[in-house]
Nanobody, 120 residues
Framework: QVQLVESGGGLVQPGGSLRLSCAASGVTLWVSGWYRQAPGKERELVAAVPRGGSANYADSVKGRFTISRDNAKNAVYLQMNSLKPEDTAVYYC????????????????WGQGTQVTVSS
């Protein structure tokens, strides 16, 4: 049974930081990604990284967010710094593709999502 379990979301003030974690079981993550979906908006790619490759980021988070992975633990992380109110969304961990892709339809496995709220 494939499971992706996220943790680390919460409420943070603008300018603050959060670190999201995603632990996968039942599948080896080749390309791992973080997506987010705000109310009334489409799900969008935040960052993705292939096993042993370079990360891709949405323009809106470049320089503030960092995606990383621990292949031994089959886990992926998202360090979010300098958070802004517009970063408020449910964040999802995703996995499945063997080559880098930004298309959400290419990711077969999804976590349940974790809420990130940036507000003063």
């Amino acid at each position: 049974q494939v499971q992706l379990v996220e943790s680390g979301g919460g409420l943070v003030q603008p300018g603050g930081s959060l670190r999201l974690s995603c632990a996968a079981s039942g599948v080896t993550l080749w390309v791992s990604g973080w997506y987010r979906q705000a109310p009334g908006k489409e799900r969008e790619l935040v960052a993705a990284v292939p096993r042993g490759g370079s990360a891709n980021y949405a323009d809106s988070v470049k320089g503030r967010f960092t995606i990383s992975r621990d292949n031994a633990k089959n886990a992926v992380y998202l360090q979010m710094n300098s958070l802004k109110p517009e970063d408020t969304a449910v964040y999802y961990c995703a996995g499945g593709p063997y080559i880098m892709t930004r298309n959400a339809n290419d990711y077969a496995y999804w976590g349940q999502g974790t809420q990130v709220t940036v507000s003063s």
